[in-house]
């Protein structure tokens, strides 16, 4: 039974948890994470989500992502999903997201990592994950006009290949 922490419009903490699937109050909202992990290729890792999985079954998926539990901060749900899903070890205590895209019922943040290591170590989560990748930004596209990656819009992927050296989104 997984307990979420609800948050203002603001992103301010309120004094109220939820259980996942539980409806949640107009003006409240969670918090969701996401970590592409990126090779020194430029390729990045990428996971098939498992054919029972609720949501996006079988579709390939961004390194990985979830909601962040109760007590969780965005740096701790972005550690623990990563090392669930993939088995990673990654500390990112003394780093911010790269971003954040707010969407109807939260905030979702972007982590973008340069980190090369061989995809035969990686341990999947058997619940959720079937199999992972490394795969260009052509490749991804591809996948998702073929209708076997989640639908993101391609500006995002894009966005997330251009920027994953740099915080921002003006090139200096």
């Not at 992990?37 to 029972?52: A, D, H, T, V, Y």
Request: net charge negative; with cysteine.
């Amino acid at each position: 039974m997984e307990k979420w922490d609800l948050y203002d419009k603001h992103r301010n903490k309120i004094k109220k948890q939820i259980t996942r699937g539980d409806e949640m109050g107009p003006d409240e909202f969670h918090l969701v994470v996401h970590v592409c992990i990126f090779n020194s290729k430029g390729e990045m890792l990428i996971q098939q989500r498992q054919p029972f999985k609720q949501g996006w079954s079988n579709l390939w998926d961004i390194s990985c992502g979830g909601s962040a539990v109760a007590g969780d901060t965005s740096q701790q749900a972005a550690s623990r999903e990563l090392f669930e899903e993939l088995g990673i070890y990654y500390n990112f205590e003394k780093i911010r997201p790269h971003f954040t895209i707010n969407f109807e019922r939260g905030f979702d943040d972007y982590y973008l990592v340069e980190h090369d290591f061989d995809i035969k170590k990686l341990t999947l989560q058997a619940e959720e994950v079937q199999g992972a990748k490394w795969a260009s930004k052509e490749e991804i596209i591809e996948l998702i006009k073929l209708k076997k990656f989640i639908p993101y819009y391609e500006s995002i992927i894009a966005f997330l290949f251009e920027g994953r050296h740099h915080y921002g989104s003006i090139r200096l």
